[in-house]
């Protein structure tokens, strides 16, 4: 997993080192565009497996609600957020996730714009099994991104979109394992624009 998140940063540098380019024989920069802070409201429909591999052996699809919040910046095609997202999921104490996303913006017409990215960030969830017993989870999970972003005005963009978040994580207690499996989601998301100077 390690190797992944090293892959993902790697990536991430190499695509957004043009941005830093400038014209040193003119005063202008070559690469001069509109750039934004963001701050973002999610909310979205989700579901992942959970399965074990006792005598009987349980395999149950949850789904769920979640909300979310982001924060980040953004570029002419590039968009950055950090997001923290609260899950309410059935048989669960608690289940969230804190990670970041990386866009890439495709604009397509003034009123709207595709995006696709990456996503990679850490899960922490607590089940409460058939036996009373509590299942814990603190895992990285590594993912991709894509939807629509429709700009509302000037100030504010909705997004519709689709996320995976592959998980797999584990827990073993009792001689049982417990395996969380790849989280997938629909979401809709209200983005705040502030404009940098």
């Known amino acids: 997993m390690k190797k992944y998140i090293n892959k993902i940063i790697l990536t991430a540098l190499l695509v957004t080192s043009p941005l830093l380019a400038t014209d040193l024989n003119d005063d202008d920069s070559l690469y001069e565009f509109e750039s934004y802070s963001l701050v973002g409201i999610e909310a979205g429909y989700s579901n992942f497996d959970v399965e074990n591999d006792a005598a009987t052996p349980l395999r149950e699809t949850f789904k769920f609600g979640h909300g979310g919040l982001k924060i980040g910046g953004q570029t002419q095609n590039y968009r950055l957020f950090l997001s923290g997202r609260y899950c309410e999921i059935d048989d669960f104490d608690y289940a969230y996730t804190i990670g970041g996303e990386f866009q890439y913006l495709m604009n397509f017409s003034e009123f ?4 696709i990215g990456v996503n990679a960030g850490i899960a922490e969830m607590r089940l409460i099994d058939a036996t009373d017993k509590t299942r814990n989870i603190s895992d990285p999970y590594i993912g991709g991104d894509i939807g629509f972003n429709i700009h509302l005005g000037d100030t504010m963009d ?11 994580a584990d827990n073993d207690k009792d001689d ?8 997938t989601s629909g979401y809709l998301s209200l983005i705040f624009k502030y404009q940098m100077d």
């Open 112 to 115: 709207a714009n595709l995006y």
């Open 158 to 168: 909705l997004e519709l979109g689709a996320r995976v978040m592959k998980l797999d």
């Open 176 to 183: 049982i394992i417990y395996t969380f499996d790849t989280i």
